[in-house]
């Protein structure tokens, strides 16, 4: 039976969980997050995860902050057909959008609360909310309806998910598998160099599908994403917090969508 947990309860998960349980970056199956094998061509940064939220829709929503870069991550997975990402305002903070996305029973990671600006004024509703020092974990939330978000919400493998944006690929219609998208890189350097945010979203309709964000610094690329998204899955990510030259990488394959910008 469906249910959410009381702010009681997830206290009580709260405090057997070690603080801030980090998810080790190498890629994973995003519909059940098993392993998929480990890519060892390149590092990753470190996640730390902050909070892991499951919704009635079967949305996963992972919080996170970088180890190694301090950029902070949202990630969004789900399925096609079945659900659509929660998160859409990409101009809000990570705390607001955790804010929206979470009712006032789940407590907030202290963490987050040092991420919006200095000078940014906190949001009301954070008086009322508990404050967690340890990784969130919620499952079983109710889809919330801020923002027009509707629990009937689904994603085909022709949608996109942002729009502005600085690139969209479509796979073939009506059969997905009939395009090929060859490998692509997407710099930010193309669309006006240093910026805040990476925003991609990676949909597969086609069998295979990996998804890899990378940020620069001193002169080096380094990556702070790298996943595996399921056949017939979708993924959602924004990783970022200041200006900094950036790139997503897509292996080439056939039947996937492709769309992303860069923002700030």
Same mark, same amino acid.
């Given at each position: 039976?469906?249910?959410?947990?009381?702010?009681? #309860?997830?206290?009580?998960?709260?405090?057997?969980?070690?603080?801030?349980?980090?998810?080790?970056?190498?890629?994973?199956?995003?519909?059940?997050?098993?392993?998929?094998?480990?890519?060892?061509?390149?590092?990753?940064?470190?996640?730390?995860?902050?909070a892991r939220l499951g919704y009635q829709n079967g949305v996963r929503v992972v919080f996170s902050r970088d180890e190694e870069s301090g950029d902070w991550g949202l990630r969004q997975d789900g399925e096609m057909g079945r659900n659509a990402p929660l998160a859409y305002d990409e101009k809000q903070s990570m705390l607001a959008t955790y804010l929206t996305l979470t009712p006032r029973s789940v407590p907030v990671p202290r963490a987050l609360l040092s991420e919006p600006p200095a000078g940014t004024p906190t949001p009301p509703e954070l008086?009322?909310?508990?404050?967690?020092?340890?990784?969130?974990?919620?499952?079983?939330?109710?889809?919330?309806?801020?923002?027009?978000?509707?629990? #009937?919400?689904?994603?085909?493998?022709?949608?996109?998910?942002?729009?502005?944006?600085?690139?969209? %690929?479509?796979?073939?219609?009506?059969?997905?598998?009939?395009?090929?998208?060859?490998?692509?890189?997407?710099?930010? +350097?193309?669309?006006?160099?240093?910026?805040?945010? +990476?925003?991609?979203?990676?949909?597969?309709?086609?069998?295979?599908?990996?998804?890899?964000?990378?940020?620069?610094?001193?002169?080096?690329?380094?990556?702070?994403?790298?996943? %595996?998204?399921?056949?017939?899955?979708?993924? #959602?990510?924004?990783?970022?917090?200041?200006?900094?030259?950036?790139?997503?990488?897509?292996?080439?394959?056939?039947?996937?969508?492709?769309?992303?910008?860069?923002?700030?």
């Amino acid at each position: 039976m469906a249910r959410v947990l009381s702010g009681r #309860a997830l206290l009580a998960v709260l405090v057997v969980l070690p603080p801030l349980t980090a998810w080790n970056a190498a890629p994973v199956s995003a519909a059940g997050g098993s392993s998929s094998g480990v890519y060892d061509d390149e590092p990753v940064d470190r996640e730390i995860e902050l909070a892991r939220l499951g919704y009635q829709n079967g949305v996963r929503v992972v919080f996170s902050r970088d180890e190694e870069s301090g950029d902070w991550g949202l990630r969004q997975d789900g399925e096609m057909g079945r659900n659509a990402p929660l998160a859409y305002d990409e101009k809000q903070s990570m705390l607001a959008t955790y804010l929206t996305l979470t009712p006032r029973s789940v407590p907030v990671p202290r963490a987050l609360l040092s991420e919006p600006p200095a000078g940014t004024p906190t949001p009301p509703e954070l008086a009322y909310r508990t404050i967690a020092t340890s990784l969130v974990v919620a499952d079983d939330l109710a889809v919330p309806t801020a923002g027009g978000m509707s629990t #009937a919400a689904v994603m085909t493998c022709w949608d996109l998910y942002w729009n502005s944006y600085n690139w969209a %690929e479509l796979p073939g219609y009506p059969n997905p598998g009939s395009v090929w998208h060859p490998a692509k890189t997407y710099y930010s +350097s193309s669309y006006g160099g240093m910026k805040m945010y +990476s925003y991609s979203y990676l949909a597969n309709c086609g069998g295979y599908a990996r998804h890899r964000i990378y940020y620069k610094s001193f002169g080096d690329y380094y990556k702070h994403h790298d996943y %595996e998204v399921a056949s017939f899955h979708w993924q #959602a990510v924004k990783k970022g917090s200041v200006h900094r030259y950036r790139k997503v990488v897509y292996d080439g394959a056939a039947g996937d969508t492709r769309n992303g910008k860069y923002t700030g």
